[in-house]
Nanobody, 121 residues
Framework: QVQLVESGGGLVEAGGSLRLSCAAS????????MGWFRQAPGKEREFVAG????????YYRDSVKGRFTGSRDNGKNTVYLQMNSLKPEDTAVYYC??????????????WGQGTQVTVSS
């Protein structure tokens, strides 16, 4: 069992930055590849970023490549999403997730509750 709690969301102007954090509890956290997803109003939830179990590999959806960076600190049981050059279309609720397998963009074992990110134009 893994429990996930996101933080760090908020309101930011276009071009600004935010860093999301996801605090994990549970003995198996470090064995999981982790992911970030987002859901904008009226839209389906979509994959944003994946981070390998030790943080040495990452993958992203095309629209955030070069702007977002996923990372993790297993010693602190925390996963991060650094978001730079934010755009209004990045506005969404962002979710942390424990992925069912490395490389997955849909299969998730555990979800966090989400944190709101709003980017003003």
């Amino acid at each position: 069992q893994v429990q996930l709690v996101e933080s760090g969301g908020g309101l930011v102007e276009a071009g600004g930055s935010l860093r999301l954090s996801c605090a994990a509890s549970g003995r198996t956290f470090s064995k999981y590849a982790m992911g970030w997803f987002r859901q904008a109003p009226g839209k389906e939830r979509e994959f944003v970023a994946g981070i390998s179990w030790n943080g040495d590999r990452t993958y992203y959806r095309d629209s955030v490549k070069g702007r977002f960076t996923g990372s993790r600190d297993n010693g602190k049981n925390t996963v991060y999403l650094q978001m730079n050059s934010l755009k209004p279309e990045d506005t969404a609720v962002y979710y942390c997730a424990a992925l069912s397998q490395w490389g997955s963009r849909e299969e998730v074992d555990y979800w966090g509750q989400g944190t709101q990110v709003t980017v003003s134009s």
